[in-house]
Structures are given as structure tokens and as C-alpha cells.
Nanobody, 129 residues
Framework: QVQLVESGGGSVQAGGSLRLSCAAS????????MGWFRQTPGKEREGVAA????????YYIDSVKGRFTISQDNAKNTVYLQLNNLKTEDTAMYFC??????????????????????WGQGTQVTVSS
């Protein structure tokens, strides 16, 4: 049974930092396309960042480039999302996703919500001004 467990969310002031973790069980992250998505009430889930763990290639939406960093630890079977210089508009529930059938070939495919088969329960990030 595949499980993705996110942790690390919390409440911070604008300009602050958080590190989100996504621990996988029943599934190896090695040579996989793994993604982070976020969602606010009433809005669609949006892809934030993705990584192909085979070569470490990363993908980001424009609004987080230079502020967020996705990374992997194969030994811990865990993917991370480092969030720096947080803004109020980053407030959302953040979800980890795994096993994209489209794969991490372009930013569009890597951040395509419909292509991922496994999802975590999410971790809340709240940024106050």
C-alpha cells in the first residue's frame, strides 16, 4: 500500500521559511517523477514544483522560482520542499504527489495534477503579513 506523508507545515510571517517533507512508504522514489502541489479553498490545485529523482532535474512555477527548492533523499525515501521568503499568497494546503504517468519531461507534464496516481493528505502552510 502506497502512502505519502507530508509534514513540516505551519504558520510563519512573511519572509520566513519552512521545509516540507514527503515520506513515502510502499513505494520507492528512485527514478520517479515526484511533485508538490498546493490548494486554497475554492481554487483548483496548482503544481508548484517537481523533481525527477533519476537525475535531480527540477521544475517550478514562475511564482516560486528562486524562493522554493525541491530536493530528494533516496536513502530516506523522502522528497523535500524548502520554502524561503514566503509571501502571504503562498498560504495553502500543500500536497505531495507521486508516480506521474506523464513523467517529468517538461514543466507542463511535471506539474500536471491529472497525471499523478498517489497523493498525500497535505500539510497546511499559513503566511501572515
Amino acid at each position: 500500500q502506497v502512502q505519502l506523508v507530508e509534514s513540516g507545515g505551519g504558520s510563519v510571517q512573511a519572509g520566513g521559511s519552512l521545509r516540507l517533507s514527503c515520506a513515502a512508504s510502499g513505494y520507492t522514489i528512485i527514478r520517479k517523477c515526484m511533485g508538490w502541489f498546493r490548494q486554497t479553498p475554492g481554487k483548483e490545485r496548482e503544481g508548484v514544483a517537481a523533481i525527477f529523482t533519476g537525475n535531480g532535474h527540477t521544475y517550478y512555477i514562475d511564482s516560486v522560482k528562486g524562493r522554493f527548492t525541491i530536493s530528494q533523499d533516496n536513502a530516506k525515501n523522502t522528497v523535500y520542499l524548502q520554502l524561503n521568503n514566503l509571501k502571504t499568497e503562498d498560504t495553502a494546503m500543500y500536497f505531495c504527489a507521486a508516480d506521474s504517468w506523464l513523467g517529468c519531461t517538461t514543466t507542463l507534464t511535471a506539474l500536471s495534477e491529472q497525471s499523478y496516481n498517489y497523493w498525500g493528505q497535505g500539510t497546511q502552510v499559513t503566511v501572515s503579513s
